[in-house]
Nanobody
Framework: QVQLVESGGGLVQAGGSLRLSCAAAGRTFSKHAMAWFRQAPGEEREFVAGMTWITGNPYNADIVKGRFTISRDNAKNTVYLQMNSLQPEDTAVYYC?????????????????WGQGTQVTVSS
C-alpha cells in the first residue's frame, strides 16, 4: 500500500520560507511522477510543482516560478518543496501526490496517490 506523508507546514510571515517534505512508502518510486498541489478554501486544487522521479527534472507552475523549488532525496524516498518569498495568497493546504507513470500532469484526477495535506498559512 502506497503512503505519502507530508510535513513542514505552519504559520509564517510574508517574505518568509518553509520547506515541505513528502515521505513516500510502500513501493519504489523510481518510475513515478511526484507533484505538489495546493487548495485554498473555496478554491479548486491547483498544481504547484512536479517532477519525474527518475530524471529529477522539475516543472513549476507559473505562479510559483522563481520562488518554489521541488527536489527529491532518493535515499530517503522523500520529495521536498522549498518555498521562498511566501505571500498571503500562498496560504492553502498543500498536498503531495504521485502517479504510477512517469509523466507530470497538472490535473489532480490524473494522480493515483495523495497525502493527507499540510496547512501553510502566510500572514501579512
Amino acid at each position: 500500500q502506497v503512503q505519502l506523508v507530508e510535513s513542514g507546514g505552519g504559520l509564517v510571515q510574508a517574505g518568509g520560507s518553509l520547506r515541505l517534505s513528502c515521505a513516500a512508502a510502500g513501493r519504489t518510486f523510481s518510475k513515478h511522477a511526484m507533484a505538489w498541489f495546493r487548495q485554498a478554501p473555496g478554491e479548486e486544487r491547483e498544481f504547484v510543482a512536479g517532477m519525474t522521479w527518475i530524471t529529477g527534472n522539475p516543472y513549476n507552475a507559473d505562479i510559483v516560478k522563481g520562488r518554489f523549488t521541488i527536489s527529491r532525496d532518493n535515499a530517503k524516498n522523500t520529495v521536498y518543496l522549498q518555498m521562498n518569498s511566501l505571500q498571503p495568497e500562498d496560504t492553502a493546504v498543500y498536498y503531495c501526490a504521485a502517479r504510477d507513470s512517469g509523466a507530470v500532469y497538472t490535473r489532480p484526477p490524473l494522480y493515483d496517490y495523495w497525502g493527507q495535506g499540510t496547512q501553510v498559512t502566510v500572514s501579512s
